[in-house]
């Protein structure tokens, strides 16, 4: 019987990725350089990400690190202004709040996660939240899973993940957590074959954990 549930952030309950990417490709092509997406969809199965065709591309670090400041600022004002929810994601927390405790374990910044959550409704129905400053390795390491497990007080077994990225499966497994991967376009293509649940959406989550009740 699962009890609790830590969910990843991004992908899962709302819909960044899609505007992650757009900023880093704005701001490459402020140096001159085209972010090719189907690219960049590879480089995320590896955990690269937008910076690895401007290196593979020979631009200098400095520049780099600078692209970095451009596209933290255009991630932030599309965050402000695009429409990134998630269609039922409130209403099935709020049915899930009934039987399962939850919290987020993301590898976003604290400053963008602040940014998301300023008119939105998801926090109400988490114990806390784990963002990038709050552990010190990353997914695919086991530590930001395993830190929520104790912030929760809980076993694994009573525990499930749900996540969008071999990346974060990869993080949960290594945990000993089972997970539960929840698809969307930009990580489809990745490998999910160690995921214990296959599921298209958050809706098909409400159904898994209602009949394990």
Request: charged residues 30%; glycine residues 8%.
């Amino acid at each position: 019987m699962k009890k609790y549930i830590l969910f990843d952030h991004d992908g899962v309950l709302v819909d960044t990725e899609f505007w992650y990417y757009k900023a880093g490709e704005r701001a490459l092509a402020e140096v001159g350089l085209t972010l090719d997406k189907d690219q960049y969809l590879r480089d995320m199965k590896d955990g690269l990400g937008t910076w690895a065709q401007a290196k593979a591309a020979g631009v200098a670090e400095h520049v780099i690190a600078g692209c970095r400041e451009v596209r933290d600022g255009y991630y932030q004002e599309y965050l402000r202004t695009e429409a990134i929810e998630i269609e039922g994601v409130v209403e099935v927390l709020m049915e899930l709040s009934k039987y399962v405790r939850m919290g987020i374990v993301t590898t976003a910044k604290r400053v963008d996660f602040e940014v998301i959550h300023e008119k939105r409704q998801i926090l109400q129905f988490m114990d806390f939240v784990l963002v990038r400053e709050d552990y010190e390795l990353s997914k695919p390491h086991p530590e930001p899973y395993l830190t929520g497990l104790k912030r929760f007080g809980a076993t694994k077994e009573e525990t499930l993940v749900v996540e969008d990225s071999s990346r974060g499966l990869k993080s949960a497994v290594a945990a000993g957590i089972e997970c539960a991967v929840v698809y969307n376009d930009f990580t489809r293509t990745q490998d999910f074959s160690q995921a214990s649940y296959p599921i298209e959406t958050l809706m098909d989550l409400k159904g898994l954990i209602l009949q394990a009740i």
